[in-house]
């Protein structure tokens, strides 16, 4: 009979190890369970030739093999990971046991950090781990919000119905994310190409002219001196100057980029930022409508998938991204744990319509919480795309009108000086 060597915990939490000898490894943490112990590990010990127990030696080729995750950037992208949230749900509606499940969608993975992952979440189920405990240890694919709705579904015995919501609700994030940086792609786009050919405009056809200028000897206008100016400044040819400007007006995007990071990085910093952006005309707007329909359809997807209120509620605030947010939902949990409503402190903070806080009154009166949040994402889902529409709209006109600014001030910056050289012209051959 195969002997298990296990490592558990007991009802103190502290930890044991042992063996027992079982049939199978899912009789083996029965008879771990039986003796009082919770088993956090469970694995085979096998025998070599020479009568010699090894154990672990599988495990350990693949944690090797896993290795790839300590080198990998970034985490796994939303859409690998809905995907494979969809196909787990199918399995395990399918009747599939859990193991065989991952391993099937784990081989049927590309080589990377999603597949290292499944590897490691397989071995630590088949060790008896649950699958919420072994998908939290990977917190580069499954984040805490992921793992509590899969801890609720094994707790009910719904999992594969759990993965379906859950499925459904990143897809459903993922699709209004892409309509927010949709929106912002374009006018992004066309303002990097208008510096791009202001700069070129700059640094090889402004130095021409004044070369013109300077061979006429024709008295410059203030608007002409000012435009070669900043034509030397941008091709770093005024006395002294170590870096062309140019070099400042391409790095300035990534050097504003990385010290709007830096200054989140603190408290102040990121309630400041948070605060200013939600107070911008029309993007405030559309930015708000989305942190709504973000924290609302996550705390419905987590109240109905079992999660206790004041747990789900955090997570959410966890998860919003929002410091105006996350204050008004620790608010909202402050007033639940008191035995108050969920709504009373939401209408309070006013980062809500009331339409939203009627809403949430109704649904905490009738105990359809969960069901009236997710109304609510639906209908600001829809708000958001009337939000990006008119966003677009208004960039649009503005663009035109800053650009053609931009360019009709170059364009009379250097013809009033031409108008003056044929007028010099003109007179002297009179």
């Known amino acids: 009979m195969p002997t298990y060597a296990y490592e558990a915990l007991n009802a103190a939490g502290k930890p044991q190890s042992g063996t027992v000898e079982a049939t199978t490894s899912d009789e083996a943490v029965q008879m771990i369970k039986g003796e009082g112990f919770f088993p956090t590990s469970v694995r085979e010990q096998k025998v070599k030739g020479d009568g010699r127990v090894r154990g672990g030696d599988k495990v350990k080729k693949k944690r090797k093999k896993g290795g790839v995750m300590s080198i990998s950037i970034g985490g796994v992208g939303r859409k690998h990971l809905t995907t494979f949230t969809r196909q787990l749900s199918t399995l395990q509606d399918a009747g599939l046991p859990l193991l065989r499940s991952m391993q099937i969608l ?21 060790g008896g781990t649950t699958l919420s405990d072994a998908m939290a240890r990977y917190p580069r694919a499954f984040d805490r919000l992921y793992c509590k709705m899969v801890n609720a579904g094994e707790i009910g015995g719904v999992l594969d119905i759990i993965l379906q919501r859950l499925a459904n609700f990143l897809e459903k994030a993922q699709r209004l994310r892409r309509r927010v940086i949709g929106a912002l792609i374009y006018p992004v786009v066309v303002i990097m190409v208008a510096v791009l050919i202001v700069t070129g405009i ?34 770093g040819k005024n006395p002294g100057q170590a870096i062309p400007g140019f070099i400042w007006v391409l790095c300035s995007p990534v050097m504003a980029f990385l010290f709007l990071k830096l200054i989140r990085k603190t408290g102040p910093g990121r309630a400041v930022t948070d605060i200013v952006v939600l107070r911008i005309p029309v ?65 309070e903070s006013k980062v809500c319509d009331s339409l939203v806080v009627n809403m949430i009154d109704v649904g905490e009166e009738t105990g359809d919480l969960d069901v009236m949040l997710m109304k609510i994402a639906d209908n600001y889902d829809e708000e958001v795309d009337v939000a990006v529409a008119g966003l677009l709209s208004l960039l649009e006109p503005l663009m035109v009108v800053v650009l053609g600014g931009i360019v009709g001030t170059i364009v009379l910056a250097l013809f009033m000086p031409l108008v003056k050289m044929i007028e010099s012209v003109s007179s002297g051959q009179m």
């Open 202 to 235: 700059m640094v090889f056809v402004i130095p021409k002219f004044q070369e013109i200028f300077n061979d006429f000897n024709v008295e410059l206008p203030g608007l002409t001196i000012w435009l070669i100016d900043v034509s030397l400044w941008v091709a």
């Open 106 to 126: 784990e081989a049927q993975q590309k080589p990377g950090l999603l597949k290292s992952i499944l590897g490691g979440v397989s071995e630590e189920i088949e």
């Open 283 to 347: 993007l405030g707007g559309m930015l708000s409508k989305t942190a709504v329909a973000r924290f609302t359809r996550t705390l419905g997807t987590l109240i109905s998938a079992g999660v206790p209120i004041l747990e789900a509620i955090m997570i959410t605030r966890d998860t919003s991204g929002n410091y105006v947010y996350e204050k008004a939902l620790t608010k909202v949990h402050d007033s639940i744990r008191e035995g108050e409503t969920f709504a009373g402190p939401l209408r």
